[in-house]
């Protein structure tokens, strides 16, 4: 069997025991597998254009990156509701290839070409290369991103639930020193490459592994210094379930786009899920604590800077 038809039938196994345990509907909604919602979604983007002609060549580009399973659909969703966005998930053909962003020359040709305000990316295998997308695509409208996280446990929890072992499968490949070409070993620091290899992965849990990704992956928003640029926003998850709205209202702030009821209307307010820790390697632990701690002040002070200003 090929690699990648073994991939395929993974990813299928992986869905089905998802979709038995959480239901088959939300499986549907996540993986936008209902053509008849996916149908309604063109028609509206096709009427919002022949009613609002647009330029091609001044669409915004807007990436959404974090760490899988960190709320990024729910913030999908709620723009796809929009006919002012042309809406580029990770399973989309034109824009990605097994998940990952196709070329810069393509991607900026999309962007070039769209007849919307904004074009919505949601790369997160690519979220070690945001700063590159941000600074290096030639757009003629500056690019936003959004970065999305969420509370180590809930994260956890659900990664676990859709994808299994595969975290900790892939840190022992890093560590054991032939996952060097994967996407999660991509732009790691020293620092993080050698606390990846300081484990033993065969003693390690499932759970303890997807924090310790958990913690590499977020640890590049500080690392490649995105906390300091005003044209990246930190989006919590945990606080946009409390108050949907107020979050929601930050994130149409920083990309220009006026706010309204119905991108949030899917999203009922809510405490995060599970509060009971979960039991983890006492360094990991630790480790991820103090990040989570450091985000949430980050975050608090990316909801207080004024935005990037748009230009032309």
């Not at 992986?14 to 345990?21: K, Y």
């Not at 196709?102 to 290369?129: G, M």
């Not at 070409?181 to 759970?207: K, T």
Request: hydrophobic letters at 35%; charged letters at 30%.
């Amino acid at each position: 069997m090929s690699s990648n038809i073994r991939r395929s039938w993974e990813r299928v196994r992986r869905h089905w025991r998802w979709g038995r345990r959480h239901g088959f509907r939300r499986l549907v909604e996540e993986d936008e597998l209902n053509p008849f919602a996916r149908a309604s979604n063109a028609y509206g983007r096709w009427r919002w254009r022949s009613k609002n002609p647009i330029a091609e060549g001044t669409a915004m580009p807007v990436y959404l990156v974090g760490a899988q399973r960190s709320g990024t659909n729910m913030l999908v969703r709620g723009f796809q509701t929009s006919p002012e966005f042309e809406v580029y998930n990770e399973n989309n053909r034109r824009a990605f290839s097994d998940f990952r962003l196709r070329s810069d020359e393509t991607i900026a040709e999309i962007i070039a070409r769209s007849r919307h305000r904004y074009v919505l990316f949601k790369p997160l295998i690519d979220s070690h290369r945001i700063d590159h997308l941000l600074d290096e695509l030639p757009v003629a409208t500056p690019g936003r991103a959004l970065w999305a996280y969420r509370n180590v446990d809930g994260r956890v929890r659900s990664a676990l639930a859709k994808f299994g072992d595969t975290n900790l499968r892939a840190l022992k490949d890093i560590a054991g020193g032939t996952g060097g070409g994967r996407w999660e070993a991509q732009r790691l620091s020293p620092e993080n490459l050698e606390l990846i290899r300081s484990f033993n992965y065969d003693a390690m849990d499932p759970a303890s592994g997807s924090a310790l990704f958990w913690f590499v992956r977020n640890s590049l928003f500080f690392e490649l210094k995105l906390n300091e640029r005003p044209d990246v926003l930190l989006v919590s998850y945990d606080s946009f379930v409390l108050d949907p709205d107020g979050n929601m209202r930050a994130v149409c702030e920083h990309i220009g786009f006026p706010w309204s009821p119905h991108l949030t209307a899917h999203v009922a307010p809510r405490a995060p899920g599970n509060p009971k820790p979960l039991v983890l390697k006492p360094e990991i632990r630790r480790l991820c604590n103090e990040l989570q701690d450091r985000l949430a002040a980050a975050e608090q002070a990316g909801r207080e800077r004024p935005p990037a200003r748009r230009k032309r």
